[in-house]
T-cell receptor
């Protein structure tokens, strides 16, 4: 079963607006990661937040983590058409967890020019 | 660095055929994984390896075999292809920052699109 669940499943916004995607998970985690996937391509790592962190920034990306609610959010500010992609959260929970990321089903973001 | 490479990009098999999907990385990463992605879904882990000679099963291992004889290569074998194995297959590799809180950012290959008829 999927550990992470993204919400919403699809999001359509205008260029310049902010986009917020949410991820909920079920078990305790070591870290949570966000990935982007352009159509027909592999996934690209965006940002990692550890379980003892609450907020992290990278350029136009802001990620928050609330371990008490088992949830995370990804905010993309001042969106661009090039941000159009699917966004996945992935959780790392296992002992030998280097390869055991569990992915959610993704949010399809469309940024209209 | 080429990163993570996968071959072939596309493959069509008939039910019952076998084949090997190739994956190689040149970043000296310890960890390698195979995922499958079905339409509208996230990635599901098939098999993974924490180092040469060590492999383990993921969430959906049935019908697939792996081996890890070198750090660089992690081939995925389909033993007897079935239509349910029609999917896009991604290989990924990752490293560890050490014994304390570690980062496991994964580097993905471009994928192999497999159709089984």
């Amino acid at each position: 079963s999927q550990q992470g669940e993204e919400d919403p499943q699809a999001l359509s916004i205008q260029e310049g607006e902010n986009a917020t995607m949410n991820c909920s998970y079920k078990t305790s985690i070591n870290n949570l990661q966000w990935y982007r996937q352009n159509s027909g391509r592999g996934l690209v790592h965006l940002i990692l937040i550890r379980s003892n962190e609450r907020e992290k920034h990278s350029g136009r990306l802001r990620v928050t983590l609330d371990t008490s609610k088992k949830s995370s959010s990804l905010l993309i500010t001042a969106s661009r058409a090039a941000d159009t992609a699917s966004y996945f959260c992935a959780t790392d929970a296992g002992e030998t967890s280097g390869s055991r990321l569990t992915f959610g089903e993704g949010t399809q973001l469309t940024v209209n020019p | 660095n080429a990163g993570v490479t996968q071959t072939p990009k596309f493959q069509v098999l008939k039910t019952g055929q076998s084949m090997t999907l190739q994956c190689a990385q040149d970043m000296n990463h310890e960890y390698m994984s195979w995922y499958r992605q079905d339409p509208g879904m996230g990635l599901r882990l098939i098999h993974y390896s924490v180092g040469a000679g060590i492999t383990d099963q993921g969430e959906v291992p049935n019908g697939y075999n792996v081996s890890r004889s070198t750090t660089e290569d992690f081939p995925l074998r389909l033993l007897s292809a079935a239509p349910s194995q029609t999917s896009v297959y991604f290989c990924a590799s990752s490293y560890s920052n050490g014994p304390t809180v570690s980062s496991y950012e994964q580097y993905f290959g471009p994928g192999t699109r497999l159709t089984v008829t």
